[in-house]
């Protein structure tokens, strides 16, 4: 069984800047991908970014290329979202997303290949 909990969210400015973290616990994090998917007020939920197990490789949303980054340590079992240059378009519950199996990117994109969920934290941005 995997855990994992999110912090790092709240208000912020239009662009501005916000920091996400994933702590995972319960498992063998270095094994695992990761993802960042988030739920906007009235909308499905939608994949944000997913990062290998190494963190040599990472993919994104068109959404968000070029202005979030994720990231992690496995060392501290812990996985990052830095969101930079936000837009109001941005608010959401973020929700760490855990893929134990080795699923593919595209089952991972669509959610499919996701084992377990976080709960989410609320990122608003204001305009």
């Known amino acids: 069984q995997v855990r994992v909990e999110e912090s790092g969210g709240g208000l912020v400015q239009a662009g501005g800047s916000a920091r996400l973290s994933c702590a995972a616990s319960g498992g063998t994090f270095s094994g695992y991908a990761m993802g960042w998917f988030r739920q906007a007020p009235g909308k499905e939920r939608e994949f944000v970014a997913v990062?290998?197990?190494?963190?040599?490789?990472?993919y994104y949303a068109d959404s968000v290329k070029g202005r979030f980054t994720i990231s992690r340590d496995n060392a501290k079992n812990t996985v990052y979202l830095q969101m930079n240059t936000l837009k109001p378009e941005d608010t959401a519950v973020y929700s760490c997303a855990v893929d134990t199996d080795g699923s593919t990117w595209s089952q991972i994109r669509m959610g499919v290949g996701v084992d377990y969920w976080g709960t989410g934290t609320l990122v608003t941005v204001s305009s």
């Open positions: 990062i290998g197990r190494s963190g040599g490789n990472s």
